[in-house]
Each structure stands twice: as structure tokens, then as C-alpha cells.
């Protein structure tokens, strides 16, 4: 089977006013083809409340978002509640038991990991990363953070363009989303 590579993501949180989160473009097919060099893999969800973000396999971090945004209704935009809803669903439905995608999810109190495998996880630090260049961006991200008075905005940015540098299946294609 063809394996999809491909994405980083990053998200920042200043504050409640300042959340931010970036997401490149490349998909990449095995380990030698860029089948598209501009994929939007970050949104607003839930009344433009939410930020989320995936990356892994394409065809389940759509389907993974897809429950979310469901959970999100079911729990009128309440982010943890609709989280831990989605992980005690997936742990019951075998089909969807090992999704092969990640997601950044944040309202403005809440930065959350969500993986395939229907693990809930709130990061200690309030930026995050995830994808094949996500420790590049991880890493680019405390630096800014710790020693810049960069907005969040500007922190999730510069970080995908310094894992863009780095990684091969990260593109410097870098669409930002803000609350």
C-alpha cells in the first residue's frame, strides 16, 4: 500500500486573544513524489470558536476531523468534552480504532493533541507540534516563544518556515489561521 507522507502543524497560544495555528501544504506519496504542494490541513471549526489542524494519513485525518466537528455539536463547543467523547468513541468502534492521523485542536482557554489511536493530551507547554517536521517546528516554536515577543500568529509561521528548511516533507506553502 502507498504510503501518504506529509505535513507539519503548529499551534501557539499567547493568550486567549493571541492562538494561532499554521499548517504547510505538501502531501507527499512514498518516499519520492509531491502529489500536491498547496493541501489546506488547518481550519476553523465550530462558529470560527476552533482551530484544528491534522496531519498523517489524508483520508483519515478528514474522517477524524469529520467526528470532531460532530462531538463539537453534540457538546455545544465545549473542546475537552468533545474530545474525551470522540476518544471513548473510538476505543468502542473497531473501524476507527487506528486511524492514522493526528489533530491540534484549541479554543481560547484550551490547546489539545488528539491522535488516531484515541489518546486525548493537553501539552504542557502552550505551543505544539505534529507531523513529519513536527519536532523541527516544536523545537523552532520554544525558542520564539521563550526569547521573541512575537505574536502567536508570527511564532506558528516562522516555525513551519524553519521545519520547511529541514524537513523533505514539509513545504514553505503556509497557510495561518488565527482567533
Known amino acids: 500500500m502507498t504510503q501518504f507522507h506529509a505535513t507539519t502543524i503548529c499551534l501557539v ?10 499548517g504547510d501544504g505538501q502531501v507527499t506519496m512514498g518516499e519520492h513524489a509531491i502529489m500536491k504542494n498547496n493541501a489546506k490541513k488547518i481550519r ?3 462558529k470560527n470558536q476552533v482551530l484544528c489542524g491534522f496531519a498523517g494519513s489524508v483520508a483519515d485525518a478528514y474522517s477524524l476531523m469529520e467526528k470532531f466537528e460532530k462531538k463539537m455539536e453534540e457538546h455545544q463547543g465545549n473542546l475537552k468534552r468533545a474530545a474525551v467523547a470522540l476518544a471513548q468513541m473510538w476505543r468502542q468502534d473497531q473501524a476507527s480504532r487506528n486511524l492514522d492521523a ?7 482557554d484550551n490547546v489539545l493533541v488528539i491522535s488516531g489511536t484515541g489518546e486525548v ?3 504542557d507547554a502552550s505551543y505544539v507540534a505534529i507531523g513529519s517536521g513536527g519536532n523541527y517546528a516544536y523545537a523552532a516554536a520554544h525558542a520564539l516563544y521563550d526569547h521573541t515577543d512575537m505574536t502567536a500568529a508570527q511564532i506558528a509561521e516562522e516555525a513551519l518556515r524553519i521545519a520547511s528548511d529541514i524537513c523533505v516533507y514539509t513545504n514553505s506553502h503556509i497557510s495561518v489561521e488565527t482567533l
Open 13 to 22: 497560544r499567547r493568550s486567549a486573544d493571541d492562538v494561532a495555528i499554521a
Open 44 to 46: 476553523k471549526i465550530y
Open 102 to 108: 493526528m489533530m491540534l485542536v484549541a479554543d481560547k
Open 121 to 123: 493530551i493537553e501539552p
